[in-house]
């Protein structure tokens, strides 16, 4: 059924409001999990609906429903409009602008049930077959295929057609009854070629798991930590990405707020987010409110440029709208959020980063964390690290953890590597998540808590 987005607007709008939206989804997806050598989920549909959304005077109302009837639509466009008293609004003829799924060689909707199949059997039976401690393997596999229309009050209108694959192995370990865990994920915004790499993040995920077993406990303290690259960027993530996003500025809620123009971070610092990067787990190219995506540079050498803004948030704080604003679903109303979040390489060679730190921790991978956005304290779990010993890779540790706070972070960092290592994974915020990457070169900070065994 045809849906009248001009005749929906001109509803929300009549009663007045400073913008009135529409964001129609079409959604297929997939899920499959082999746990222990069993297929115990593999589950597909269709879902499709509308969300509704009028904001005026700084508050904004939101609804939805999944009848595309034009009657019931109208419906709830009335039921937002009577919230709203002053002069009747004018709704400019949506312009739609059309993008397909980037660089995509075959859909995962074109493959077959009995590929995908196959390929968590055999990614499950690789990870077995690279170490035999390994007594466990979950394999978690999903795809989405999303239609999405976005049309406003203010001619504002999209259309674009987004893939996105996702493959999760997690190992667990065993050697005279001592468990350990490793994991490993490849995806992103791309078709089925994405999971080329599905059989090495399962091997991966084994001999981290493996190697973990004769891991010597971790030593607590303060001491130098570097953070390879290949770590990902969780820590840019969680510790300095979600105090720069604006409805948390705005609020209040950010260390951050405040601060544009200061100098928060080293001068070998500078960040970036980018929803524009072909087949990173992030992109698109448009975010859910119809705003183009982009390359936003939030903090350059050191300095503090903005923040990631949303349309409500871009005018609270008389910026730039940064297409950073995201939802989950027509359910959900779109809130500012991440993309694509790096920061920057810089000039040293990595390997001499390592050399050049006579003693420490060196961390390869990073695990899940938490953060206070209010003043960026953090902790963060090491899925996988070494000992700096002598400015070499000596001794595999476990059960560490990193204990700091991300703006005195990032302005102690002393060194930055030429490199760019990047994860993935799904940000959770405001019961919302949506797809994020993250990256980072190898960095450097002189002076960290390490929590651990004394």
């Known amino acids: 059924m045809s849906i009248a987005y001009q005749n929906l607007l001109d509803t929300l709008m009549r009663r007045g409001g400073d913008l009135g939206e529409i964001f129609h989804?079409?959604?297929?997806?997939?899920?499959?999990?082999?746990?222990?050598?069993?297929?115990?989920?593999?589950?597909?549909?269709?879902?499709?609906?509308?969300?509704?959304?009028?904001?005026?005077?700084?508050?904004?109302?939101?609804?939805?429903?999944?009848?595309?009837?034009?009657?019931?639509?109208?419906?709830?466009?009335?039921?937002?409009?009577?919230?709203?008293?002053?002069?009747?609004?004018?709704?400019?003829?949506?312009?739609?602008?059309?993008a397909g799924s980037g660089e995509m060689q075959k859909s995962p909707l074109k493959a077959?049930?009995?590929?995908?199949?196959?390929?968590?059997?055999?990614?499950?039976?690789?990870?077995?077959?690279?170490?035999?401690?390994?007594?466990?393997?979950?394999?978690?596999?999903?795809?989405?295929?999303?239609?999405?229309?976005?049309?406003?009050?203010?001619?504002?209108?999209?259309?674009?057609?987004?893939?996105?694959?996702?493959?999760?192995?997690?190992?667990?370990?065993?050697?005279?009854?001592?468990?350990?865990?490793g994991y490993e994920a490849?995806?992103?915004?791309?078709?089925?070629?994405?999971?080329?790499?599905?059989?090495?993040?399962?091997?991966?995920?084994?001999?981290?798991?493996?190697?973990?077993?004769?891991?010597?406990?971790?030593?607590?303290?303060?001491?130098?930590?570097?953070?390879?690259?290949?770590?990902?960027?969780?820590?840019?993530?969680?510790?300095?990405?979600?105090?720069?996003?604006?409805?948390?500025?705005w609020e209040r809620l950010s260390v951050y707020a405040g601060r544009l123009g200061l100098q928060v971070a080293s001068p070998l610092i500078s960040v970036v987010d980018d929803g524009t990067l072909p087949?990173?787990?992030?992109?698109?190219?448009?975010?859910?409110?119809?705003?183009?995506?982009?390359?936003?540079?939030?903090?350059?050498?050191?300095?503090?440029?903005?923040?990631?803004?949303?349309?409500?948030?871009?005018g609270r704080l008389n910026l730039k709208q940064s297409g950073n604003g995201r939802r989950e679903s027509y359910r959900h109303q779109p809130v500012c959020r991440m993309t694509n979040t790096m920061i920057l390489p810089g000039g040293d060679d990595p390997e001499a980063i390592v050399a050049a730190t006579p003693s420490g921790l060196l961390v390869t991978k990073m695990g899940g964390g938490q953060v206070n956005t209010v003043n960026g304290d953090f902790v963060f779990e090491v899925a996988e690290g070494f000992l700096l010993e002598k400015g070499k890779k000596g001794e595999m540790v476990r059960g560490a953890t990193l204990v700091g706070n991300g703006p005195q972070v990032l302005r102690e960092i002393d060194r930055v590597g030429t490199d760019l290592g990047a994860a993935i994974g799904t940000c959770g915020k405001n019961g919302q998540g949506v797809p994020v990457g993250d990256a980072q070169p190898t960095l450097r900070i002189p002076r960290m808590v390490v929590g651990g065994q004394n």
């Open 25 to 98: 989804e079409e959604n297929q997806t997939l899920s499959l999990v082999l746990d222990d050598n069993r297929l115990e989920e593999a589950v597909g549909g269709v879902e499709t609906g509308v969300g509704l959304r009028l904001i005026g005077r700084g508050s904004q109302a939101y609804t939805y429903g999944n009848d595309l009837g034009n009657k019931a639509l109208e419906k709830l466009a009335a039921s937002l409009s009577g919230r709203r008293n002053g002069r009747p609004g004018n709704a400019a003829p949506p312009a739609f602008q059309s």
């Open 112 to 181: 077959d049930l009995a590929d995908k199949l196959a390929l968590v059997r055999q990614v499950n039976q690789a990870a077995r077959e690279t170490d035999k401690r390994v007594r466990q393997v979950k394999v978690r596999y999903g795809e989405t295929s999303r239609r999405i229309t976005i049309a406003n009050s203010w001619g504002v209108a999209a259309r674009e057609e987004r893939a996105q694959v996702f493959l999760a192995v997690q190992c667990v370990a065993e050697d005279k009854g001592l468990l350990q865990t």
């Open 186 to 249: 490849v995806g992103g915004s791309s078709g089925w070629e994405m999971l080329a790499l599905a059989q090495e993040a399962a091997e991966k995920a084994a001999e981290r798991a493996a190697r973990l077993l004769f891991a010597r406990p971790a030593p607590g303290g303060s001491m130098a930590v570097v953070l390879a690259a290949s770590a990902g960027g969780t820590m840019i993530h969680e510790a300095v990405g979600h105090g720069l996003e604006a409805d948390l500025v």
């Open 279 to 314: 087949a990173w787990r992030g992109s698109s190219s448009f975010d859910d409110e119809g705003a183009p995506t982009g390359r936003t540079l939030l903090i350059e050498n050191g300095r503090l440029l903005t923040y990631m803004t949303d349309w409500l948030n871009a």
